[in-house]
């Protein structure tokens, strides 16, 4: 392995995560281009960059970790009253109903609706516009029995989301986060990228692996017609792993924010982003109630994901992060993306993390991110240890 630089700051006691990190990029090389960025109580604790071209304030696509920012939305309009996740979807947005009248709002938020794509898939063009997929998804009939097992909705779940939401408010969910949520705190993570914002962005790039490597992926992938193939979009006709990686490097995708798996952003833009949810960060007041927190991370679906699998526990709208990071507490709360992204919340100890890279992670899977997860907590508990003693 070659010495890669790293560039950023740490705050005192928080230099064992640079040496992670430092490790971390290594490994390739310095090619996944790799961010990462941590607040403890609304303080920057770690902000870390390296690779070619990267810096501090680069933006990439978050695939689904866009689904967090998206997520706070829904947040905010329980919060506020204005949503109640229990009435069926159908109540907020009739034509939906076509024999799907038991699915209920949380059933979407925590992926137990049965609708994880539609029949033929989509293309690239038509998964940029939510509008046109949740047209797609009024006829569609679900893979697996609503309310009994869960299944994720990768690409479609924000397109019946954003129905109930233009119901609910008259807006979009991509109105709403930059109204309410990023432009209130500046946050560079955005649910459709200004054009005047394009020359931050650097692209997602191919994933790198050996022949070997790319025999065993294919030999165990999904087949295309299965519940994981569709969800992934696979039964379109020519589309590929290595399209998932590449949509938003599509301009109208990535214009149009779509919130399943459209985002743009930088590590340092998730872990602010989760900071102002729930601790509030330069002088501004948390967005979210602790009522609010401990509705949306009280834990929903675990066991076997028909489509991802054994790791992939929901809360609600987010990933259960503490039944993936056991070191984490009970309402930790956040969500991965595709290519490696990451970002999440430990309201418990007030740390927020957000990562990014732009090599995209072999198999969509970055096991990087625990390992720094890991080092911020044990940098963070040793930190407040050493400050109360």
């Known amino acids: 392995m070659n010495e890669i630089e790293v560039h950023g700051t740490v705050a005192a006691g928080y230099e064992p995560v640079r040496a992670e990190f430092a490790a971390v990029v ?3 090389n310095g090619e996944s281009g790799a961010q990462v960025a941590a607040y403890v109580r609304g303080r920057q604790v770690v902000n870390l960059w390296a690779g070619p071209e990267v810096t501090d304030t680069t933006l990439t696509g978050l695939h689904s970790t866009s689904k967090g920012a998206a997520g706070l939305v829904m947040a905010l309009l329980v919060q506020d009253g204005a949503l109640d996740i229990d009435r069926p979807v159908a109540h907020y947005w009739p034509r939906f109903a076509a024999g799907k009248e038991q699915i209920t709002v949380r059933d979407v938020l925590v992926h137990r609706t049965g609708i994880v794509g539609a029949d033929g898939g989509f293309t690239v063009a038509e998964l940029a516009d939510e509008q046109l997929v949740a047209e797609r998804l009024i006829g569609q009939r679900p893979w697996f029995a609503p309310g009994t097992v869960h299944g994720y909705g990768g690409f479609v779940m924000y397109a019946i989301l954003g129905q109930v939401v233009r119901a609910v408010t008259g807006s979009t969910v991509q109105e709403l986060f930059e109204q309410r949520v990023r432009a209130p705190y500046d946050l560079d993570v955005y649910l459709g990228l200004p054009a005047e914002l394009d020359h931050r962005y650097l692209p997602i790039t191919p994933w790198l692996a050996t022949p070997e490597m790319e025999a065993a992926f294919a030999a165990n992938s999904p087949n295309p017609y299965g519940v994981a193939g569709i969800s992934y979009n696979l039964n379109a006709r020519g589309f590929t792993a290595a399209d998932v990686m590449a949509l938003p490097n599509d301009a109208t995708l990535r214009r149009m924010g779509q919130a399943s798996a459209g985002g743009v952003g930088s590590a340092r833009g998730l872990a602010q982003m989760y900071a102002a949810a729930v601790t509030g960060i330069d002088g501004r007041p948390a967005l979210l109630s602790l009522d609010t927190i401990a509705t949306i991370s009280t834990i929903h679906s675990t066991g076997t994901d028909l489509v991802r699998g054994t790791q992939a526990p929901y809360a609600l709208g987010f990933e259960a992060k503490s039944l993936l990071h056991p070191f984490l507490g009970a309402h930790a709360f956040g969500h991965t993306g595709s290519a490696g992204s990451d ?8 740390l927020t ?3 990014t ?22 940098a963070a508990t040793h930190t407040a240890l050493t400050a109360a003693a």
């Open 343 to 350: 970002g999440f919340a430990d309201p418990h100890s007030g």
């Open 353 to 355: 993390y957000g990562y």
């Open 357 to 378: 890279r732009r090599r995209a992670a072999f198999a969509f899977n970055a096991p990087e991110n625990a390992r720094l997860a890991a080092a911020l907590h044990r």
């Open 26 to 28: 290594a490994e390739e």
